[in-house]
């Protein structure tokens, strides 16, 4: 019963995924794919590495508000330019957050 719950939950959080990926895409100026794809790989590493109950992880607004004035648009529903250096950025992101957790900077 509880596997059965937690993939219910985990496909019900894909499909509020979606839209919300679809939507953040063009807020960032970036084709829709490359957010549907980001989003189910945060799913997955979350996923693996652990989360805690009642957590929801995703694209968030504020981030792609950030990324919008990054790249510029390239007209609806195609990538702006310098969309290859998404990537990187947010891996050097990810490698901030794990310096923070390693030296205890994320107590305050």
């Known amino acids: 019963e509880y596997i059965i719950r937690e993939v219910l939950l ?3 959080i894909c499909f509020a995924q979606i839209p919300e990926s679809v ?3 063009f807020m960032a100026n970036i084709k829709p794919p490359i957010a549907l794809h980001a989003a189910w ?3 997955l590493i979350v996923s693996a590495f652990g989360g805690r109950p009642g ?4 694209a968030t607004g504020a981030f792609a508000a950030i990324i919008g004035t990054f790249i510029p648009s390239a007209g609806t529903g195609n990538n702006g330019e310098h969309v ?3 990537f990187p950025s947010v891996i050097f992101a ?3 957050m794990l310096l923070v957790s390693a030296t ?3 107590r305050f």
């Open 84 to 86: 290859e250096l998404l």
């Open 94 to 96: 990810g490698f901030l």
């Open 23 to 25: 939507a953040f895409a």
């Open 10 to 12: 985990g496909v019900t």
């Open 55 to 58: 957590m929801v992880n995703g």
């Open 41 to 43: 790989m945060v799913g």
């Open 104 to 106: 205890r900077l994320s």
